[in-house]
């Protein structure tokens, strides 16, 4: 028995020093992938924009996502800061001819693939060639390549050209079989949010919003796409709205794309533009390593200025927060350092938010109104900004927004579940309470509200709402009454709101950017960008929560399609206090 438990103690001892060597080993080819050392970019080529995962606001510090692990470590995604730079880069450097869109399915809000969109019709000034590919083309797909000079589709391949829809998932039905029953606390006809846990399809004035801003942002879209294939604006209306294109066929026949063919004719063009021999392999640089590439136009300058961009991303929570939050604690203290520092003459503050707590929005929107008070604050919104998103953008000097970006939903709500029934009928739990006053077990899930407490609640939900609309109406320099009729809860795309005054710029970060330029007195080339919060370094996320990373990890592998349904429950699970944010998933398609 002695020598059994001796060669289990052995073998226990060889897993883990195998364990400890092989992570150590791991990190060695991590850090060795992570280099910033510069690479040399061969004369003749070309830069090939694979936009296979979701595009984020700022590339993540995941240097395994080269090594073919990417997401294990955090979320995975690709920067739409790293895209555009790469882009911009690629436009003065001499070694590279032209780009390459290898495009399927485009996991990127409408804002960003507008933003995509334009630093190639920049690039295209160059007079380098942009050639896209696809085999599967989606909506969002098609509308970045339609500035490409050719566009092949494969013969085989499909393209969708049918005009935009939102879906939104009820759960009212589950409820009433699980015995929960929600309590609703809103203001505004429009603040749609809550209606999922109440409902079993949408609301009317629901409906009416989102109709609307579809329409806004696809028309936006078709216009954009018939500029670029000079086509006329209700040939390409009609071609969507009666769903003409049903294969790729079809798609060269109305003149959507202007080849059709594999992915080796579409190599084979580019290496005649670049000089390549058929049989010699094309120079194709990723953005992984274009990145490390050295930028010929980039000038770092001795001046001491900087303008502070401040990326809020995620739903609005109380405290610090994490990667995919904004927490209240966190992004207060980015914007107050961006205010005490002597150096940043302006701030850019970058939303992508569909909202969240009334609270935390508040505490950042009083950092907002502190800076303001000293330095120049833009406001850049993303693809969306409503709601909470909205409230921290108000106090802002200029609110620069893109025509597609969702945005409004000047509302707030509050939500509570009786479990009673649920513990009682399905668990076979129950419970019992002793209290010092008559209302000391208030908040409480375990049994039904009272008249009174209902009122209270919904009284304490209009005071939020006033606050926003006051606050709202007094940064937007106009009437309470007339804000009021365009609050509601009411959600607008960027082109809505711009004509109701609640967005002042049509355009994207760099005009943001231009701006508070602009408004500090900086030249061209006398200031440098600083980005807030900093992103914590690949040590500090594998050592700060790698488990629940690898939770993430695995339920994203087993879930498949199913981990945003994991995903919406979770954010349900975390509401807390009266909430200021959209329905939990707006998803255009």
């Known amino acids: ?268 063009f580019m290496k005649s533009k670049t000089g390549v021999k058929k049989d010699k392999e094309l120079k194709l640089v990723n953005l992984g390593t274009y990145r490390k590439a050295a930028d010929p136009e980039k000038k770092e300058g001795s001046s001491s200025n900087k303008i502070a961009v401040i990326y809020a991303t995620g739903d609005i929570v109380t405290g610090k927060g994490d990667n995919e939050t904004i927490g209240g604690q966190s992004m207060s203290e980015a914007i107050r350092k961006a205010r005490l520092d002597k150096n940043v003459k302006a701030v850019v503050l970058r939303i992508n938010s569909p909202g969240g707590s009334s609270l935390a929005s508040d505490v950042i929107w009083r950092e907002v109104m502190l800076t303001k008070k000293v330095k120049p604050i833009i406001a850049s919104m993303s693809d969306v900004a409503a709601s909470g998103g909205y409230y921290i953008a108000m106090a802002c000097d200029t609110i620069v927004a893109h025509p597609n970006t969702i945005t409004g939903s000047i509302g707030v709500f509050g939500m509570m579940v009786n479990s009673e029934n649920f513990l009682k009928n399905k668990l076979g739990i129950t419970t019992d309470r002793v209290k010092t006053g008559k209302f000391s077990d208030i908040p409480s899930v375990t049994r039904a509200m009272t008249p009174y407490e209902k009122m209270h609640i919904q009284r304490e939900v209009e005071r939020i709402y006033e606050d926003f609309t006051t606050k709202a109406a007094k940064s937007r320099r106009m009437p309470l009454a007339e804000l009021k009729k365009i609050a509601s809860g009411r959600v607008w795309s960027g082109i809505e709101a711009k004509q109701r005054g609640l967005v002042d710029v049509l355009g994207g970060m760099e005009d943001a950017i231009a701006l508070a330029a602009k408004r500090a007195k900086l030249k061209e080339g006398d200031y440098r960008l600083r980005q807030l919060p900093a992103q914590k370094t690949f040590m500090e996320e594998l050592l700060s929560d790698t488990q629940t990373q690898m939770k993430t990890y695995t339920l994203r592998q087993e879930l498949g399609d199913l981990f945003p349904y994991y995903q919406q429950y979770n954010r349900l699970m975390q509401l807390q206090g009266i909430q200021a944010r959209l329905p939990f998933e707006l998803d255009i398609q």
Not at 213 to 234: H, P
């Open 1 to 268: 028995m002695r020598q059994f438990f001796k060669f289990v103690l052995a073998t226990v001892v060889g897993l883990i020093v195998f364990s400890v060597v092989g992570f150590l080993i791991l990190l060695g080819i991590a850090a060795a992938v992570s280099s910033e050392d510069t690479v040399t970019i061969a004369e003749g080529s070309v830069l090939e924009i694979k936009l296979s995962q979701p595009v984020v606001e700022r590339s993540p510090r995941d240097p395994f996502s080269e090594l073919g692990f990417g997401g294990m470590f955090g979320e995975q995604g690709i920067g739409l800061d790293e895209i555009k730079a790469s882009i911009r880069k690629a436009k003065a450097d001499d070694n590279i001819k032209g780009i390459f869109l290898n495009l399927d399915y485009l996991q990127a809000g409408m804002a960003s693939v507008e933003e995509i969109r334009d630093a190639l019709l920049d690039f295209k000034k160059s007079k380098k060639f942009v050639v896209a590919y696809s085999e599967f083309c989606t909506e969002k797909s098609y509308y970045l390549a339609s500035v490409a000079d050719r566009f092949y589709l494969n013969p085989q391949g499909t393209l969708e050209l049918n005009g935009l829809s939102s879906e939104v998932m009820f759960f009212k039905g589950a409820l009433e079989k699980l015995d929960l029953q929600p309590y609703i606390f809103k203001v505004g006809e429009y603040k749609s949010a809550v209606e999922p846990f109440i409902l079993d399809k949408m609301s009317d004035p629901s409906r009416e919003q989102t109709q609307s801003f579809l329409n806004s942002i696809n028309d936006f879209m078709l216009k954009n796409i018939a500029t670029a294939r000079k086509k006329d604006f209700a040939y390409l209306k009609n071609v969507s709205d009666s769903m003409l294109v049903h294969n790729a066929q079809d798609a060269l026949r109305l003149g959507i794309v202007t080849h059709l063919g594999y992915f080796d004719e579409a190599n084979d």
